[in-house]
Structures are given as C-alpha cells and as structure tokens.
C-alpha cells in the first residue's frame, strides 16, 4: 500500500524528514504519533503526492512517484486528519 524507502525532505539547511523508511502492507492499520514538529504531517503529505522527497523512493497504491499522475493517485487516497481543515 506504501512502501517509502530511505526518503528525505530539506529545505534551506535544515532536514523535514531524514532516511526514513515505511512499509504498510494491505490489512495493516497504523496510527502515526508524535510531537508536534516531529513530521508527522510532512510525512502524511508526502505520501499524499502534495511534497515531493529531496531524495529516496515513495510508492502509494503500487504507483511510484515520478512515474504516475499523483493527482489521479489522490483520487484513490483515504486520509483522516486535522491538517485537512487547513486545505
């Protein structure tokens, strides 16, 4: 379902997200918890194709980023968060 491998963000100097690696696999539920600031929204949009990572592979729905239409892949993207009252 998402597969991101050694995936980082940076803007200006600073790291968004560093070498981070994720798999769900189908059936899987996970819950993404942290501090705020520690990612966890950035992470969400990256998977959601709105950033895109300064390096490593995202892949979502079996569709590698670079490779596919990302706004025909959010068609098919479920995501429940607070962030979305901002969009």
Known sequence: ???IQNVS???GNAFLLK???WKVNPGEHWAILGLNGSG???L????NGYLFPSSGEVTVLGQRFGEY???ELRK???WVSSALQER
């Open 1 to 3: 379902m998402i597969d």
């Open 9 to 11: 963000l940076w803007r």
């Open 19 to 21: 070498d981070v690696s």
């Open 40 to 42: 966890k929204t950035t």
């Open 44 to 47: 969400l949009n990256m998977i």
């Open 69 to 71: 239409d990302l706004r």
């Open 76 to 78: 098919s993207i479920g």
